[in-house]
């Protein structure tokens, strides 16, 4: 009996027995041979998810901190003005909020007046800024970057938008690589900032006027002390501005402030006038320009920086409404 019993269990386990191994003995067997697919499979699935929050929801995320941050300009300078170029500088503040810590590799900042529906946006200026390493309260300042003119018309829009507007919008746009460990991937960074403007060179007030015995080798007989307000965040290098001058419809001649930038707040400036010397031998207009509260009509004629006349200030300036300056305001 046992013999049988014996046969019958080596018959069960040497042949057909091992054929019909359960479920449970068979995957087992399947797996100790296979075990390296199961492995990469799992390894692949691990890795897409990971792929998945590197190239899916991490750089979604960064993208919705980068649109929900705000950019506010505290000062904008432009200098050294050519027809071509000019030197640019930019004192701004971005807050944001990073989950993790994060840097934006260098980039370029292109700048553009906000396009009406449907237009395409002309960009005029760029402006590139090293690393920056994403903080709540991120201060990006950049001093003195030669940057050339790219669209003329779309420039002397701005300009004129600076020089005659109370208020202005900028467009600030750039593409830059966040920056989250070793991971790295393009963001879009859109902003449209609210800037104040020059406002016409609206309030110039006229102080002082002295008329000159014997006239300047440039022939300049008056001078005045005069004060120009900037109403703006914006330091602007005009150069050499000229304007034709007026008591209503009687021109006087015109005048010269040497070397003017004119920065934020009031501009104290000295005034090289030339008076027809013709109105400086009647006693009446001599003895007027003392009188208080006299309207004086300015139209722009030039700016000329460097021996150059800059267009696109020149243009603007002389194509504003007349400015009107009081003298001895009281
Ligand atoms: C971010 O803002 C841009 C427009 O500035 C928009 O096209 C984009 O869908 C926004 N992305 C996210 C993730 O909110
Ligand atoms: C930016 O800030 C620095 C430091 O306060 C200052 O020296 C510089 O003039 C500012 N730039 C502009 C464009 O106002
Ligand atoms: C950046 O500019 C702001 C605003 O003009 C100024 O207060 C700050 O001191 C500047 N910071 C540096 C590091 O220049
Ligand atoms: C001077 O100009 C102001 C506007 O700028 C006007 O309100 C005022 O009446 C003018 N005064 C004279 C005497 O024309
Ligand atoms: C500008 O000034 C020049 C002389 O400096 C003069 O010849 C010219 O007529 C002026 N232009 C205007 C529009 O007043």
């Keep these: 009996m046992s013999d049988k019993g014996d046969k019958i269990e080596t018959i069960e386990n040497a042949g057909p027995a091992e054929l019909q191994a359960t479920r449970g003995q068979r995957f087992k067997r399947h797996c100790g041979r296979r075990w390296w697919i199961y492995l990469i499979a799992t390894l692949l699935v691990i890795l897409a998810v990971v792929l998945g929050i590197i190239f899916g929801a991490i750089p979604k995320i960064a993208q ?12 904008i300078a432009i200098t050294n003005p050519s027809n071509e170029r000019f030197t640019l500088s930019m004192n ?23 396009p009406a529906d449907g237009q395409q946006i002309v960009p005029f200026m760029t402006l590139s800024v090293g690393r920056l390493d994403i903080k709540d309260t991120l201060t990006i300042n950049v001093s003195d970057v030669v940057t050339e003119i790219l669209d003329k018309p779309a420039y002397d829009d701005f300009s004129s938008q600076v020089l005659k507007n109370e208020k202005l919008s900028l467009g600030i746009r750039s593409n830059p690589e966040v920056n989250v ?11 449209t900032v609210e800037l104040m403007g020059l406002n016409g060179l609206k309030g110039i007030k006229l102080f002082n006027p002295e008329v000159l015995e014997t006239p300047m080798e440039d022939g300049t007989n008056m ?8 109403p703006s965040s914006f330091t ?15 021109p ?8 003017l930038t004119l920065y934020p707040g009031d501009n104290h400036v000295k005034i090289y006038n030339h008076i027809n010397p013709r109105l400086l031998d009647v006693p009446i207009f001599v003895a007027s320009l003392q009188a208080p509260n006299t309207n004086i009509t300015l139209t722009a004629n030039s700016t ?11 243009k603007p ?13 009281q």
């Design 64 to 75: 919705n901190s980068v649109n929900d941050s705000t950019l506010q300009v505290d000062a």
């Design 92 to 114: 701004s503040t971005a807050h944001s909020h990073s989950p993790v810590s994060a840097h934006f590799s260098p980039q370029t900042f292109e700048m553009y007046l906000p």
């Design 181 to 191: 460990g070793a991971i790295k991937f393009k963001v879009d960074y859109q902003k």
């Design 223 to 230: 001078v005045t002390d005069g004060i120009i307000p900037n």
């Design 236 to 250: 602007l290098q005009v150069g050499d501005l000229t304007v034709d001058i007026s008591v209503g419809p009687q």
């Design 252 to 259: 006087l001649g015109w005048s010269v402030v040497k070397d």
């Design 304 to 314: 000329v920086f460097n021996g150059e006349h800059i267009s696109w200030l020149e």
């Design 317 to 329: 300036l002389h194509e504003a409404p007349p400015v009107i300056a009081i003298l001895n305001p």
